[in-house]
């Protein structure tokens, strides 16, 4: 059974090595524009390396990643997700589609398509959210804080997201936008 400190610098060695060749470097270069030695950055790369907190930092920055990002699990590369799979849920003729199947904390992405002349009532999120709308097809009508938009494809309206609104379709087609929730982080 390996250790923590093995697995861990298993996925900083992996992590690191994908990142760089992901940016079509040599270790070389990675060393050079991180001001580290060509040795430790090999060192890194071959899970051998423990590296102090200044050398994570150097390296992070040279690869512009968050230092969480070295050390995480590695995600799939790529994952596909087919539109039967998605969560979809339908409000009266409104069809609501989760866009984010794999969870990103403080974050909801979802498709709202509204038939000709239908509504739908928001809900309300938690104190502080913030809600984008990014209008694709038709015009939606935005109601919220006692005000409304009309929002034409192409256009966003950005708004707190804690407070009652509501989307509508009063045109002849299908409207279709993108509501976009970014959720106060806890304290």
């Not at 861990?8 to 580290?36: H, P, W």
């Not at 070295?70 to 609501?96: F, M, N, Q, W």
């Not at 002349?117 to 097809?137: I, K, N, W």
Request: one cysteine or more; aromatic letters at 4%.
């Amino acid at each position: 059974m390996p250790t923590v400190q093995a697995g861990l610098a298993e996925r900083l060695a992996r992590n690191v090595r994908q990142l760089r060749q992901a940016r079509g470097l040599t270790q070389q270069q990675m060393a050079k524009t991180s001001g580290l030695p060509r040795a430790t950055w090999a060192s890194l790369e071959s899970g051998a390396g423990n590296p102090t907190v200044a050398v994570l930092h150097r390296v992070s920055v040279a690869l512009q990643v968050p230092i969480e990002e070295l050390i995480s699990t590695p995600r799939a590369e790529v994952k596909h997700y087919p539109l039967a799979s998605l969560p979809t849920r339908k409000r009266g003729d409104v069809t609501v589609r989760t866009l984010l199947p794999d969870k990103i904390p403080g974050m909801l992405i979802e498709r709202i398509e509204l038939p000709a002349r239908t509504s739908l009532v928001g809900t309300p999120h938690t104190p502080g959210t913030r809600e984008y709308l990014a209008c694709e097809a038709g015009t939606i009508d935005l109601a919220a804080a006692g005000e409304r938009w009309r929002v034409a494809a192409g256009d966003v309206v950005v708004f707190r997201g804690d407070q009652r609104h509501s989307y509508a379709n009063a045109g002849p087609g299908v409207a279709i936008g993108y509501s976009f929730v970014v959720l106060q982080p806890l304290t």
